[in-house]
T-cell receptor, first 111, second 116 residues
Framework: DAKTTQPNSMESNEEEPVHLPCNHSTISGTDYIHWYRQLPSQGPEYVIHGLTSNVNNRMASLAIAEDRKSSTLILHRATLRDAAVYYCILRDVWGNSKLTFGKGITLSVRP | DSGVTQTPKHLITATGQRVTLRCSPRSGDLSVYWYQQSLDQGLQFLIQYYNGEERAKGNILERFSAQQFPDLHSELNLSSLELGDSALYFC???????????????FGAGSRLTVL
């Protein structure tokens, strides 16, 4: 199974942009890149996903490297509410995601 | 409310006992996934069902079993419970239609199991 690696933690200041990296060097051509986040005491929630092109939605932007071996989740203006654990996973074309979410990146936001 | 319903929210039981966790997927979703989250661990994938059939298996112990019923709800059975089974158990669902790789996972709020 293709694997993702993320740093354990990152810190940001409120209202500043945050770039959360994810490496997936063994990604296959049909794997989608998904990002989820887990706020304290809640279940994970979907943030964004993409295949090859950069993606934007109301929550965040996803920048995918040209070789697709890495991606970056961009929070344009971090708020205190964005403090969470962010997970990057891959889903194959059949929708399988055997891959565990792992420990993700714990994002702290300073006021 | 994500649309994925998990019951019970909290469960306290003793070692050696057996419990059943229940999950109702979001309306229209055919696939159900179970995850375990312990205090110092990430989300560990346990098992996936699609339209009643087992689709993928992760790090699920032999003491654990699951099934998905014709109405698409799923149950995770945990038996001969040990202290180390204390964790949050999350259920997620997804549509699994064409282009399933793009289908997002919708998670429930989780069931917190405490084994004493």
């Amino acid at each position: 199974d293709a694997k993702t690696t993320q740093p354990n933690s990152m810190e940001s200041n409120e209202e500043e942009p945050v770039h959360l990296p994810c490496n997936h060097s063994t990604i296959s051509g049909t794997d989608y890149i998904h990002w989820y986040r887990q706020l304290p005491s809640q279940g994970p929630e979907y943030v964004i996903h993409g295949l090859t092109s950069n993606v934007n939605n109301r929550m965040a932007s996803l920048a995918i490297a040209e070789d697709r071996k890495s991606s970056t989740l961009i929070l344009h203006r971090a708020t205190l509410r964005d403090a969470a654990v962010y997970y990057c996973i891959l889903r194959d074309v059949w929708g399988n995601s055997k891959l565990t979410f792992g420990k993700g990146i714990t994002l702290s936001v300073r006021p | 409310d994500s649309g994925v319903t998990q019951t019970p929210k909290h469960l306290i039981t003793a070692t050696g006992q057996r419990v059943t966790l229940r999950c109702s997927p979001r309306s229209g979703d055919l696939s159900v996934y179970w995850y375990q989250q312990s205090l110092d661990q990430g989300l560990q994938f346990l098992i996936q069902y699609y339209n009643g059939e087992e689709r993928a298996k992760g790090n699920i112990l032999e003491r654990f079993s699951a099934q998905q019923f014709p109405d698409l709800h799923s149950e995770l059975n945990l038996s001969s419970l040990e202290l180390g089974d204390s964790a949050l158990y999350f259920c997620a669902s997804s549509p699994m239609g064409q282009g399933a790789g793009a289908n997002v996972l919708t998670f429930g709020a989780g069931s917190r199991l405490t084994v004493l």
